[in-house]
Each structure stands twice: as C-alpha cells, then as structure tokens.
C-alpha cells in the first residue's frame, strides 16, 4: 500500500525510471523538472543520489543556507514498497511568488502511475503534516487547464480563490476534521 517516506536511498533505481518518464514526457516548469536539470547528471552513482537525497532531507531545515527566494521545504515522497510513485512539497511558508504562483504544495506523479487515485491521496494525506508545520489554509496552484489537477485539489476541499496569469489558485483547510496525520518514514 503507498505511503509517504522522507526522501531515501532505498528507492534508487525505480526513483531513476521515473525520471527518464518524466524527461520523455518533457517535464518542465515543476519541482521534478528542477531537480532534473540540478542534480540529474549526479543521480546514478550511489553516492551522487545519496547526495541528492540529503539535500532534500535538509531543505526542510530552517538553518539550512538558501537563495533569497527559496524557504524551507518537506519533501515527501510518494512509494509503494521499493518504487516510487510520486512527490508532494510542503513549503513552509510563502513567499510573494509563492503566494502568486505556487503555492504551499506541489506534486508530481510519475507518468506511468498516473490516473490510479495517486495524487488525490497524496494531497489529503499531506494536510495534517502541512497544518502541523503551523499551513492552515494550505495555497495550491494549478495550470487553468489542468483537469486533474482541478478535480484532485477541489476533492480535498480546495476553494477556488481567482487566476493569475495562467495558474488558478486554491485553498485547501488542513485543520480538525482531518484524518491522522501520516506515518512519514
């Protein structure tokens, strides 16, 4: 059964296919595509991705030196046993341009998992653990033409607040009438 983890080695090789699905997909303008362009060419040594893998551990630190424009952020990942499924960011705070155009939370399902109730369930799963970072309302953002998306953040409760540019922008109540929040690894 999926269940969010903190970012691990232990998802390595199924963490590298879903890359490569995403860069044949043409990924861009996302997280994924961040860490593509960032950390892709280190991944396949075992001691690059371990690389990796710590750096995201220790963004979610506030001592943690960063650009003038970033802000802590837990990164979750989204795994079935050994593969990986998926990604969901949880920013701390925000931001001006996090408040116009991207939000507390971002996700990423792999393309091959995609359309199996993925990121409807990452999203209400992350709610507790964003309110207890002190998220409550949660802002998502979405292309305006990005179905999923639409339904999956108005599924969790998601009120449509306006557009700006190209992005529709929600907020999603992460507080009492949640479930549990989740066993994160």
């Known amino acids: 059964m999926p269940e969010f983890v903190l970012p691990t080695v232990a998802v390595q090789a199924s963490f590298l296919r879903a890359m490569e699905e995403f860069r044949a997909e043409g990924v861009s303008d996302s997280q994924t595509a961040a860490w593509i362009d960032a950390f892709g060419g280190d991944w396949s040594s075992e001691a690059g991705f371990a690389r990796f893998v710590a750096a995201l551990r220790e ?64 999203l209400r799963e992350s709610l507790p653990h964003a309110r207890s970072l002190g998220v409550d309302p949660a802002l998502l953002t979405c292309d305006h033409d990005n179905v999923a998306s639409i339904r999956v953040i108005e599924s969790a409760g998601g009120v449509f607040e306006d557009r700006r540019a190209d992005k529709l922008r929600y907020w999603v109540p992460t507080g009492p009438g949640r479930s549990q929040a989740p066993v994160v690894r």
Not at 82 to 111: K, M, S, T
């Open 59 to 122: 963004d979610e630190l506030e001592e943690t030196p960063r650009a003038a424009n970033r802000v802590p952020c837990t990164t979750l990942w989204w795994v079935d046993g050994a593969e990986y499924l998926g990604r969901l960011a949880i920013r701390h705070r925000l931001n001006d341009q996090l408040l116009e155009l991207g939000g507390h939370i971002g996700y990423d399902v792999r393309p091959s998992r995609r359309c199996e109730g993925h990121a409807t369930a990452m």
